[in-house]
């Protein structure tokens, strides 16, 4: 009677999570956000997310107040000339339809590539996002004495505070700063 080697599918026995060694080191969620992000960015219609998170940049911010973009959908197994999907508050409807070749050659500009053919609008609330606003960082060093004499002579209190800040953060950097 002769042995029949067995399967791969027989050697691998389904091991408890608890007694699974763990691979690798632990990762931030920051990390695994992206693709989490990803995967539901493209359920809804998105092959880039930053799209929507950089609409203000693409289109402007007068547009991206009234506009939101909502998908892209493209010809079945195309990734280009695809439509996308635009929500526009009430009453700005007109306005968008007169600049939506621009808005194309902006969005297409963004891919790199014609990604986007029309633009499908529809009426809707647009969430309005507002700029975070966040106290400048605290300087560390103090302001060198050479620059802080000069500077207390000046009359004008704003130019006198631009100016100490300006000293301030020439103190705080490591040297000359770099031009590309």
Known sequence: MTERPASPKMKMR????EERPRV???RQIA????DIGRAAFRKFGFVQSSIVTRWT???GP?????SAPESIRFPVGKKAGGTLQLTVMSGHAPMIQHVLPDIIERVNRFFGYAAVAKVAMRQGQIASISAERRPPPRNLRPIPVELGDS???IGDPELRAVLE????GL???SGLPKVS
Do not use: C, T, W
Not at 14 to 17: D, L, N, S
Not at 31 to 34: A, V
Not at 62 to 66: E, L
Not at 165 to 168: D, F, H, K, V, Y
């Open 165 to 168: 800040s300006l000293a301030q």
């Open 151 to 153: 500077l207390r002579d």
């Open 14 to 17: 389904k091991v408890p999570a």
């Open 171 to 173: 103190a705080n950097s």
């Open 62 to 66: 007068h547009y991206a107040a009234v």
């Open 24 to 26: 690798g080191a632990p």
């Open 57 to 59: 940049e693409i289109v």
């Open 31 to 34: 990390d695994l956000m992206p």
